[in-house]
């Protein structure tokens, strides 16, 4: 049982070193992290993670702990579903802080990604998205609510126990990873080092519910063959040698695709209940080179969600990744033109579904750290992805997602944690931790 007595000298040191809490949030908000090497080519491949991560690992090795900050290498992970072939971390570290316990204590991993999506229009922020300004108790800034707020709050509490004589039975692992808003790789990088735990939690916006279902999630390419021509001369039959239209001939491609989701929304087998059914949906078009050239090729980008139960003998989405090639192979075989010029494909991430057990005891555990602030944390699922469904899936360390704020705030002008929500995270990750880890 928790000592209550202990609880409150957590309570009493957080109430005092709040304005701590908030100016932490805000060095990291201020920081600006948005995500690198969205696409092949990408122009922006730097940003202020290395400084980020620096922060961190400075306040980690105060309390303490054994810190091991690392950029990995590219090469050794070319194989993985989830890695995109242009994927680096040059300047992009990863860090991770091992809090050794006393022993004869479970071993609790928080993993918290540190990057963020970009800002957007700045016209459309009260304040600039990166100054996080503080108006009526709430800090704005892009990555304040996801997930910078909840880093903060998960640090604060390793520094407080520590601060107040706390030692844990078990050992905490903080990770603060790169990546999750695009591949995902910071994460699989920690596994492939060998980090594992007896459970653990991600402090994403679930406004202090427990994420324990998640969708898969495919990021793939079509690619649709065209011919050039001019694009004001009256072009002859294709078979002829005439011009062929690649956007045009894309068209009845994106049909199949909205197709394949009207089938799968009405399939019994694509019930779940926690998640919506899964979709798959074109998200950008590349093609054509001038304005009076016939486009002699098209891309189409794919972002397609599956279930657990869509999963293959590996855990990954090989089953409906099959079915959209065949949706789209299918409307093209109904074309002359790409019957004999076929359409091809390319994927770049395959991100696993995870699916938590409401009874397992990490999530018992924190419901009963939940009550005892007055909270009741429900186990809800999640349709987008989040970094616990790998380290559960890939790892087997079972990691629920556990944080402040509310994900409708997220990747949107004007996005904002509440320093009260911040707070509340503190004390639920005190309990938590201390009531998973054991206190020495």
Not at 53 to 71: G, K, N, S
Not at 182 to 191: W, Y
Not at 192 to 205: I, K, L, M, N, T
Not at 208 to 220: I, M, N
Request: hydrophobic content about 40%.
């Amino acid at each position: 049982m928790l000592d209550a007595s202990i609880a409150a000298a957590f309570d009493a040191a957080l109430e005092d070193r709040t304005d701590e809490l908030v100016e932490l949030v805000r060095s990291l908000v201020r920081l600006d992290t948005t995500s690198v090497d969205l696409e092949p080519g990408s122009r922006h491949t730097v940003n202020q993670e290395g400084q980020l991560q620096a922060l961190i690992a400075d306040r980690l090795t105060a309390i303490d702990a054994d810190v091991d900050q690392f950029e990995p290498d590219p090469a050794s992970l070319l194989d993985h579903p989830m890695m995109p072939p242009w994927h680096h971390w040059r300047g992009r570290p990863i860090t991770v802080g091992t809090l050794a316990g006393a022993g004869d204590g479970r071993s609790m991993i928080v993993n918290g990604h540190i990057d963020v999506v970009d800002a957007g229009d700045p016209g459309a922020w009260t304040s600039p998205a990166f100054a996080a300004d503080i108006r009526d108790g709430r800090i704005y800034g892009r990555g304040a609510c996801d997930m910078k707020g909840g880093v903060a709050a998960a640090l604060m509490t390793v520094e407080l126990l520590h601060e107040i004589g706390v030692r844990l039975k078990g050992d905490v692992i903080f990770q603060a990873v790169p990546d999750e808003e695009t591949c995902a790789m910071g994460t699989v990088a920690c596994l492939e080092r060998g980090y594992r735990a007896d459970a653990g939690f991600v402090p994403e916006p679930t406004g202090l519910d427990l994420w324990v279902a998640t969708r898969g999630l495919l990021h793939g390419s079509v690619h649709v063959p065209g011919r050039s021509g001019h694009a004001e001369v009256r072009q002859r039959p294709w078979q002829d040698g005439g011009a062929v239209n690649a956007i045009t001939a894309a068209t009845p491609l994106l049909a199949a695709l909205e197709a394949l989701s009207a089938e799968w929304d009405g399939r019994p087998d694509k019930r779940h209940p926690l998640l919506s059914a899964p979709e798959v949906q074109p998200t950008r078009i590349d093609g054509g080179t001038f304005i009076s050239n016939v486009p002699e090729s098209c891309t189409i980008a794919i972002n397609a969600t599956y279930l657990p139960t869509d999963i293959d003998g590996s855990g990954f989405g090989a089953r409906p990744r099959l079915e959209i090639e065949a949706a789209v192979t299918g409307a093209a075989a109904r074309d002359p033109w790409l019957a004999a010029n076929p359409v091809s494909f390319s994927w770049a991430t395959d991100y696993p579904p995870c699916e938590i057990p409401i009874e397992h005891t990490i999530v018992a555990c924190a419901q009963i750290a939940g009550e005892s602030l007055g909270l009741a944390p429900r186990a809800v699922g999640i349709d987008t992805t989040f970094d616990g469904a790998l380290l559960t899936v890939l790892g087997g360390t079972v990691s629920p997602a556990l944080g402040p704020g509310d994900l409708g705030r997220a990747h949107a002008p004007d996005e904002w944690i509440g320093i009260t929500e911040l707070t509340q995270a503190a004390r639920l990750y005190a309990r938590l931790l201390m009531d998973w880890c054991g206190v020495a």
